[in-house]
């Protein structure tokens, strides 16, 4: 855990927001971290699965939806957390800032999703934060009742894992990093979720679960999905 109050400069990695000063932006009241990876909803680029039986604007413009509502869901109040966006592609930032307006962005690095996970984790650790935890945006049912939990049981354990319906997982966080949670899985397949254990356990670390979530990859899981959408927005 890197405890400097000096920024992080590592290129891509930075704010691109706005220029504020380092404490202001890196060292918040809370030092509770949640980064929310999020790729821009362009037909063809997203939702690969969901977008052969539907078609790739529709698939695009259900991202949207569901990052939205997630957005909207997770926002902290008061200072219970700090949260920024981990965007891709990072020629997109204008989108982005159009898109989400007053959020943090910070690009994505990485050449797979582990590493990319990884390197979330990092640049949250790195910037002053004694939690980190990381999500997708394809989680309708996730809000922020369900990020502070996770917060809540990083004080009682090393690592907390929020496992996805399909055998992954939707949330991961940690108080310091662990680069092995994220290379040798079985990424895009139902075995993410029990690798990942098996590779905390191996490590002799604690760790904690969440409650099972959806997220949205194929045809199947969209009527589940849209049924909790109306919930929630009851």
């Keep these: 855990?890197?405890?400097?109050?000096?920024?992080?400069?590592?290129?891509?990695?930075?704010?691109?927001?706005?220029?504020l000063s380092p404490c202001k932006d890196l060292l918040p009241v809370s030092r509770d971290f949640y980064g929310i990876m999020i790729k821009y909803p362009e037909p063809g680029r997203v939702k690969t699965r969901l977008a052969e039986d539907i078609g790739t604007r529709?698939?695009?413009?259900?991202?949207?939806?569901?990052?939205?509502?997630v957005i909207k869901q997770t926002l902290p109040a008061a200072a219970e957390y700090?949260?920024?966006?981990?965007?891709?592609?990072?020629?997109?930032?204008?989108?982005?800032?159009?898109?989400?307006?007053r959020e943090k962005f910070i690009a994505q690095t990485g050449s797979d999703v582990g590493e990319r996970m990884d390197n979330a984790v990092r640049h949250l650790l790195n910037s002053g934060?004694?939690?980190?935890?990381?999500?997708g945006a394809d989680?309708?049912?996730?809000t922020s009742r369900t990020v502070l939990q996770a917060f809540i049981m990083l004080d009682h354990v090393d690592?907390?894992?929020g496992p996805a319906c399909d055998g992954g997982y939707y949330l991961i966080g940690m108080k310091s990093p662990m680069s092995e949670l994220f290379s040798k899985i079985p990424w895009g397949t139902g075995s993410v979720f029990a690798a990942t254990v098996r590779t905390i356990?191996?490590?002799?670390?604690?760790?904690?679960?969440?409650?099972v979530l959806?997220?949205?990859?194929?045809?199947?899981?969209?009527?589940?999905?849209?049924?909790e959408i109306y919930h929630l927005e009851e």
Excluded at 1 to 19: I, Y
Excluded at 129 to 135: C, P, R
Excluded at 139 to 142: A, D, G, K, S
């Design 201 to 211: 356990n191996n490590s002799g670390k604690s760790y904690g679960f969440l409650p």
């Design 58 to 69: 529709k698939a695009a413009l259900i991202c949207r939806q569901i990052t939205e509502l």
């Design 139 to 142: 989680i309708p049912e996730l």
């Design 129 to 135: 934060a004694e939690k980190a935890v990381i999500t």
């Design 1 to 19: 855990k890197n405890s400097s109050h000096e920024p992080v400069h590592h290129g891509a990695l930075q704010d691109r927001r706005k220029p």
């Design 159 to 161: 690592v907390v894992v």
């Design 82 to 101: 700090e949260r920024f966006v981990f965007y891709d592609p990072p020629e997109r930032i204008n989108d982005f800032e159009s898109w989400l307006p």
């Design 214 to 227: 959806s997220d949205l990859d194929t045809i199947e899981d969209l009527g589940h999905i849209y049924k």
